[in-house]
């Protein structure tokens, strides 16, 4: 039973070993906003009316 556990584990490291998460941050002028991107996702945004570089 122990070996089906390690089986399973070294699976489950092996693929999360080839996961890839393409994350992107920038600066929107025109909208006022900064912003983090994963995997073409918004996941996090700040109002920042001033900001036009990142």
Do not use: C
């Not at 070993?17 to 996941?43: C, H, P």
């Amino acid at each position: 039973m122990t070996r089906i556990y390690i089986s399973i584990l070294a699976v489950l490291f092996s693929v999360s070993l080839f996961a890839q998460t393409k994350t992107f941050a920038g600066a929107d002028y025109s909208q006022g906003i900064v912003f983090v991107m994963e995997n073409n996702r918004i996941v996090w945004k700040h109002k920042a009316p001033d900001s036009n570089d990142l």
